[in-house]
């Protein structure tokens, strides 16, 4: 789909049987591509044409149980639902995230912890999802460490202390860590020289998902933003289901060091591995 006033980007047509790996052997995920075009606007005026949210009989038909609806800024809207003691966030008829595979998400914190130890004191997460990114963290990282979380929909943080609290262990109460309700983007460009490491999972690749606006992440001028929010020697993460030989290319010609990562999201092994970027700022 082309906006005419901003340019082309990525469509991606994800059909997931939906449920956790326990009840179902293997996910689809079919992925139609169309030539991007990064946004060269750096207001981000984008035009969110959001998909259309599942019925409740569509996933009651998935033996799954709607817990709640949370509404995402500039259109369209998240759905929390429940399998058994199994949770999975939807955007319409594509999986988020879900509570039987975490691997990946937390990989996403300690990878980088692993390159920058003591170093990583100031951290900003994007998309607060189920917490095993913050987890993760907060387990690596020193206690004298900061942990900033952006998180777009405010539904997000209420299920962290609702239903989802089971997963996040008291994480939103921990002194280092504070939630920031706004776009991760405006985060990032409020801020010089700030982060000694960016965490982004906010869409499930690098593309905008959730909202369109997110083409602002991926796009060269947004890496180069990422890179300057970054002090010397951090790190931008981004995780991914899919790889993506375009985004690495972005990343190089913003400046960075690209190290691709593949992780497992479950420990079976069962499903496609998923990647992440780790792309260094020189000293």
Same mark, same amino acid.
Not at 244 to 266: H, I, K, N, Q, W
């Given at each position: 789909?082309?906006?005419?006033? *901003?340019?082309?980007?990525?469509? =991606?047509?994800?059909?997931?049987?939906?449920?956790?790996?326990?009840? =179902?052997?293997?996910?689809?995920?079919?992925?139609?591509?169309? *030539?991007?075009?990064?946004?060269?606007?750096?207001?981000?005026?984008?035009?969110?044409?959001?998909?259309?949210?599942?019925?409740?009989?569509?996933?009651?038909?998935?033996?799954?149980?709607?817990?709640?609806i949370g509404d995402i800024p500039g259109g369209g809207q998240l759905h929390?639902?429940? $399998?058994?003691?199994?949770?999975?966030?939807?955007?319409?008829?594509?999986?988020?995230?879900?509570?039987?595979?975490?691997?990946?998400? !937390?990989?996403?914190?300690?990878? #980088? $912890?692993?390159?920058?130890? !003591?170093?990583?004191?100031?951290?900003?997460?994007?998309?607060?999802?189920?917490?095993? *990114?913050?987890?993760?963290?907060?387990?690596?990282?020193?206690?004298?460490?900061?942990?900033?979380?952006?998180?777009?929909?405010?539904?997000?943080?209420?299920?962290?202390?609702?239903?989802?609290?089971?997963?996040?262990?008291?994480?939103? +109460?921990?002194?280092?860590?504070?939630?920031?309700?706004?776009?991760?983007?405006?985060?990032?460009?409020?801020?010089?020289?700030?982060?000694?490491?960016?965490?982004?999972? &906010?869409?499930?690749?690098?593309?905008?998902? &959730?909202?369109?606006?997110?083409?602002?992440?991926?796009?060269?001028?947004?890496?180069?933003?990422?890179?300057?929010?970054?002090?010397?020697?951090?790190?931008?993460?981004?995780?991914?289901? $899919?790889? +993506?030989?375009?985004?690495s290319e972005r990343l190089r010609a913003a400046g960075f060091a690209v !190290?691709? &990562? =593949? #992780?497992?999201?479950?420990?079976?092994?069962?499903?496609?591995?998923?990647?992440?970027?780790?792309?260094?700022?020189?000293?």
């Amino acid at each position: 789909m082309q906006d005419p006033r *901003t340019g082309s980007f990525r469509v =991606f047509d994800f059909r997931i049987i939906h449920g956790p790996a326990s009840e =179902f052997s293997k996910f689809v995920r079919l992925r139609s591509r169309r *030539t991007l075009e990064c946004n060269s606007r750096r207001d981000g005026g984008l035009t969110v044409v959001p998909p259309a949210p599942p019925s409740t009989s569509q996933i009651d038909s998935a033996s799954g149980v709607l817990v709640d609806i949370g509404d995402i800024p500039g259109g369209g809207q998240l759905h929390l639902v429940r $399998y058994g003691e199994d949770y999975e966030i939807l955007l319409g008829e594509e999986q988020l995230m879900g509570s039987w595979a975490s691997r990946s998400e !937390e990989a996403l914190a300690s990878l #980088v $912890y692993e390159r920058l130890g !003591e170093r990583a004191r100031h951290v900003l997460i994007g998309g607060l999802g189920m917490g095993f *990114t913050l987890a993760a963290a907060r387990s690596a990282l020193p206690r004298e460490a900061t942990i900033v979380v952006a998180e777009l929909v405010p539904s997000v943080v209420t299920w962290a202390r609702g239903p989802l609290a089971h997963f996040f262990h008291g994480a939103l +109460d921990d002194p280092r860590v504070s939630i920031d309700l706004r776009d991760v983007h405006d985060v990032i460009v409020s801020h010089a020289s700030a982060f000694d490491a960016i965490l982004l999972d &906010v869409d499930n690749g690098p593309d905008g998902l &959730v909202t369109v606006a997110n083409e602002r992440l991926y796009c060269p001028w947004g890496l180069r933003a990422a890179r300057a929010a970054l002090r010397p020697g951090g790190i931008l993460a981004v995780w991914s289901a $899919y790889p +993506d030989d375009g985004f690495s290319e972005r990343l190089r010609a913003a400046g960075f060091a690209v !190290e691709e &990562v =593949f #992780v497992t999201p479950d420990a079976a092994g069962e499903h496609t591995p998923d990647i992440i970027w780790l792309a260094s700022k020189p000293d």
